[in-house]
């Protein structure tokens, strides 16, 4: 007998098929993820456990032990110690580019301190994880059995977002790895769209939309080859380097600040590597080394010997530290338990393919529900309307049974009709409105057809898909963190160290150039013309800048567009030069005209921008929707034909908007009631506009401010903004400025401070340089005065403040403001012919 269970075998093939069955378990259970939701089995188990503990991001955090205890003793069996690190890594903002999971606790830090034991850390889900476990009990996944046969758990997660790109993946398995680096939401989401509309798109147009990784402590990607190639093979190495800036201190001394590091870096380390550094002598111009980093970011300080050479300490840095290091992308991952390495459009694929999936299986689960509740429904309506018989029916019979047979008998119900009757008490039958059946039976009809309609076009399917990625990237997307450089990586050391303090300056023709600050501060005590434009009678500055060549600018465009482009590839040229035409710059079309350029840098706490529309339309967006930096620029509003762009204007959501139209009406309500949405979105009425008119000029009040109209034959005003009261958004408004024949349509409104000037162009004329102190001051409604003198064919055509620096050079008060227009830098001789009326 013993004998019978004793099983002859080779050794070899005993230890080769063990070894097999062991390297399966280890690929399949733990190492690699799943290309659909993009999750090893562990972190799918505890975000299943969590979701089913209820743990969701409204309710209070518990305990990660019991967490913890709940994954190992219900789906994962195997080390505490496994789950908890799974379930801190999930936690930890530097990481995962979006956690899953939010921690109350020491979770551990970028220095690589680990996380307190879990009997004191406690946790929820973060709302994105919620993403995730959307719609899963709704029969869109597969469940199976888990490791004792007591519980079900889901093979895959629904999976909304998708988390193979979002946050990338790392495992080493038996004989293979995974390496995927981490993305941004907004850019695989705008990918994923376009794949959904063109399935037949190339890497270079999915590239377009996705860049590259986007990693969750920022740094800089040096190169675009290795994202390439490891988009188009699956594998490939990124260059990644920390991000390193200069700052001059007292005395003329340096320092060098790093403010952020590679991915996957220790910021201990790094400190380590450039301490031993200094002392092997491989970096002496290093005198000191401090760690300044605190809640709000990163910041070492790296301190030069007076005269040191800033490039030479650069070079060490980058070559002997974690500064610059490699991520090797390897994406591999299961496709139906079989491993596999993915192209980026292979990984877009079976995600839409999981999700068309996941939509389909939704859709029939809900239409079966509104199906059975529909026909429980036509049920209680038959019962209705014979009430008395049914109810002496019930009463009339001793058995349940006998009850439920005699009413389907006599109402033709069905057997579950008639138990819905039975199962409901008398009074609640009794109290049960026909019209109220009705409406809800019609309303289950409608959703049974749209959902038979999904079921049966793909087309339809596809747009649900594209729908729910819209809604998850207008509600969780955000502006990129790493950025794209070009070159090779010793060819950025000169670039990194010669960030300075420069004057970016834009004509009204629509050119670019920049002048570095101690140059305009030359000129500007000098007394020369700054800008060199009093050779071009029709231009003339209308934005000028303080920036850094670090930074970027966004500009805004009539048609809509948007545009980011970096302040060091705006060309530095002579003086006599207008600079770069931004067509070329850009990528402008030709005719489009600017509207407004902002300073990102310069508008950290307003993180929304309000838009404005030639229309009425108005939208508030936030402002990291408009990171990406791409020639041809973006979508940042979609317009109606014949309607234009008119303001874009910083929003931090306290203030008011008031606008004003060719009419001379006025209207003033709240920021909050303009509705945040994403970047493509047309916007809301903001005011009521009668045949023929149009918004003329808008503004942000958050202060005491002064508007200033001007109509077009040269009439004009100024009103302090308290003067025009609140009311609510898609109004008619007050009248704000006395137009009338005599004085024209209004052609602009601006705010003003003390001391500024306005530019008026004119139709086929030079423009009028105006003070913004010789309006003459009033309430709404007054009738408008001359404040310039025109022939009598002539017409301003709108109205910009005169170009003054804005922003503030390091260190330095706020900037003087630029001598500008048409009479600053001509000849006495070259004025405007237009006159203007003194005070």
């Known amino acids: 007998m013993q004998r019978d269970r004793i099983v002859m075998r080779l050794i070899e093939d005993e230890m080769k098929q063990s070894f097999l069955d062991y390297s399966m378990s280890v690929?399949?259970?733990?190492?690699?993820?799943?290309?659909?939701?993009?999750?090893?089995?562990?972190?799918?188990?505890?975000?299943?456990?969590?979701?089913?503990s209820n743990l969701s991001p409204t309710r209070p955090f518990k305990k990660s032990a019991t967490v913890v205890g709940d994954v190992l003793g219900k789906y994962h069996p195997h080390g505490d110690t496994a789950v908890y690190d799974a379930m801190v890594r999930m936690v930890q903002d530097f990481s995962l580019r979006y956690p899953l999971i939010e921690g109350q606790g020491n979770f551990?830090?970028?220095?690589?301190?680990?996380?307190?034991?879990?009997?004191?850390?406690?946790?929820?889900?973060?709302?994105?994880?919620?993403?995730?476990?959307?719609?899963?009990?709704?029969?869109?996944?597969?469940?199976?059995?888990?490791?004792d046969d007591r519980l079900e758990e889901p093979v895959v997660l629904p999976g909304k977002a998708p988390t193979l790109l979002l946050n990338g993946s790392s495992g080493i398995a038996v004989g293979m790895s995974t390496n995927i680096p981490p993305h941004n939401l907004r850019e695989v989401g705008e990918a994923a769209i376009h794949l959904l509309d063109h399935p037949e798109c190339t890497l270079e147009e999915l590239m377009e939309y996705l860049p590259g990784p986007d990693f969750p402590t920022g740094g800089l990607i040096v190169g675009r080859e290795?994202?390439?190639?490891?988009?188009?093979?699956?594998?490939?190495?990124?260059?990644?380097?920390?991000?390193?800036?200069?700052?001059?201190?007292?005395?003329?001394?340096?320092?060098?600040?790093?403010?952020?590091?590679?991915?996957?870096?220790?910021?201990?380390?790094?400190?380590?590597?450039?301490?031993?550094?200094?002392?092997?002598?491989?970096?002496?111009?290093?005198?000191?080394?401090?760690?300044?980093?605190?809640?709000?970011?990163?910041?070492?300080?790296?301190?030069?010997?007076?005269?040191?050479?800033?490039?030479?300490?650069?070079?060490?840095?980058?070559?002997?530290?974690?500064?610059?290091?490699?991520?090797?992308?390897?994406?591999?991952?299961?496709?139906?338990?079989?491993?596999?390495?993915?192209?980026?459009?292979?990984?877009?694929?079976?995600?839409?393919?999981?999700?068309?999936?996941?939509?389909?299986?939704?859709?029939?689960?809900?239409?079966?529900?509104?199906?059975?509740?529909?026909?429980?429904?036509?049920?209680?309506?038959?019962?209705?309307?014979?009430?008395?018989?049914?109810?002496?029916?019930i009463r009339g019979s001793r058995r349940r049974a006998t009850a439920a047979g005699k009413l389907r008998a006599e109402f033709k119900l069905t057997e579950r009709q008639a138990e819905a009757i039975l199962m409901m008490r008398l009074y609640r039958l009794a109290q049960l409105e026909t019209k109220e059946l009705r409406d809800r039976l019609g309303v289950l009809h409608a959703r049974t057809r749209e959902l038979e309609e999904i079921l049966g076009d793909p087309a339809r399917q596809l747009a649900e898909v594209r729908r729910e990625m819209q809604e998850l990237v207008d509600r969780y997307g955000d502006g990129r963190r790493t950025r794209i450089v070009e070159g090779k990586p010793e060819s950025l050391i000169e670039a990194m160290v010669a960030q300075e303090e420069v004057v970016v300056i834009v004509s009204h023709e629509g050119y670019a150039k920049q002048?570095?600050?101690?140059?305009?501060?030359?000129?500007?005590?000098?007394?020369?013309?700054?800008?060199?434009?009093?050779?071009?009678?029709?231009?003339?500055?209308?934005?000028?800048?303080?920036?850094?060549?670090?930074?970027?600018?966004?500009?805004?465009?009539?048609?809509?567009?948007?545009?980011?482009?970096?302040?060091?590839?705006?060309?530095?040229?002579?003086?006599?030069?207008?600079?770069?035409?931004?067509?070329?710059?850009?990528?402008?079309?030709?005719?489009?005209?600017?509207?407004?350029?902002?300073?990102?840098?310069?508008h950290v706490s307003e993180r929304h921008l309000a838009f404005v529309t030639e229309s009425g339309l108005v939208k508030r967006t936030a402002l990291d929707q408009f990171g990406s930096q791409r020639f041809g620029g973006v979508t940042a509003i979609n317009l109606r034909d014949s309607d234009r762009l008119l303001v874009v204007e910083p929003s931090d959501g306290t203030g008011d908007l008031l606008l004003a139209s060719s009419d001379g009406r006025v209207i003033r309500f709240a920021e909050e009631e303009v509705p945040e949405v994403g970047r493509t979105a047309q916007g809301v009425r903001g005011m009521k506009l009668a045949p023929g008119d149009r918004i003329v000029g808008s503004l942000v009040i958050r202060r005491e401010a002064t508007v200033c109209g001007i109509t077009e034959k040269g009439f004009g005003r100024r009103i302090q903004g308290d003067a025009f009261s609140s009311q609510k958004r898609d109004g008619r408004g007050v009248v704000g400025f006395g137009v009338d024949a005599k004085s024209g349509k209004l052609v602009g409104a601006v705010e003003v401070l003390e001391g500024d000037h306005l530019m008026l162009p004119i139709v086929d004329g030079r423009p009028v340089h105006l003070a913004a102190d010789r309006l003459p001051p009033g309430l709404p409604g007054d009738p408008l005065e001359r404040v310039a003198t025109l022939p009598e064919v002539a017409r301003i055509r709108g109205v910009t403040l005169a170009a003054g620096v804005e922003g503030r050079a390091s260190g330095e008060d706020e900037m003087e403001t630029v001598a500008v227009g048409p009479t600053a830098e001509t000849a006495e001789g070259d004025a405007t012919q237009f006159d203007l009326i003194s005070e």
């Not at 990984?347 to 529900?369: A, F, G, K, P």
């Not at 002048?515 to 013309?529: A, H, Q, V, W």
């Not at 805004?556 to 530095?572: H, L, M, N, Y």
């Open 515 to 602: 002048i570095p600050m101690y140059l305009y501060r030359r000129r500007l005590t000098s007394g020369k013309p700054v800008a060199g434009m009093e050779r071009f009678e029709d231009d003339y500055l209308e934005h000028v800048f303080a920036a850094n060549t670090a930074d970027s600018l966004l500009f805004f465009t009539e048609s809509g567009q948007a545009f980011r482009v970096s302040v060091a590839d705006i060309p530095e040229v002579e003086r006599s030069s207008r600079g770069r035409s931004l067509q070329q710059l850009l990528g402008m079309e030709k005719g489009d005209r600017l509207c407004r350029i902002l300073s990102p840098a310069r």
């Open 226 to 393: 290795g994202i390439r190639q490891s988009y188009e093979t699956g594998r490939g190495r990124i260059v990644m380097q920390g991000r390193i800036g200069r700052e001059t201190r007292r005395g003329g001394r340096e320092q060098l600040v790093i403010t952020e590091i590679p991915y996957a870096t220790n910021k201990t380390r790094i400190i380590e590597q450039i301490a031993e550094l200094t002392k092997k002598g491989r970096a002496p111009d290093i005198s000191d080394l401090r760690d300044e980093s605190d809640r709000d970011g990163i910041r070492l300080v790296v301190e030069l010997k007076k005269g040191g050479d800033a490039k030479k300490v650069v070079r060490a840095l980058l070559k002997w530290t974690a500064l610059q290091s490699t991520f090797g992308v390897i994406s591999l991952a299961l496709d139906n338990g079989i491993p596999r390495e993915f192209t980026l459009k292979q990984i877009l694929e079976h995600y839409r393919d999981h999700r068309v999936e996941v939509v389909v299986r939704r859709s029939r689960w809900e239409r079966d529900r509104a199906v059975e509740e529909a026909h429980i429904l036509e049920g209680l309506l038959v019962a209705l309307e014979n009430i008395a018989r049914v109810v002496e029916i």
């Open 108 to 147: 551990g830090s970028i220095d690589g301190d680990s996380a307190a034991a879990y009997r004191y850390t406690e946790v929820r889900l973060a709302p994105i994880a919620t993403e995730l476990l959307a719609d899963i009990d709704r029969n869109t996944v597969d469940f199976v059995p888990n490791f």
């Open 27 to 52: 690929i399949v259970q733990r190492a690699l993820p799943d290309v659909r939701d993009g999750l090893k089995p562990v972190h799918r188990r505890i975000l299943y456990a969590m979701h089913e």
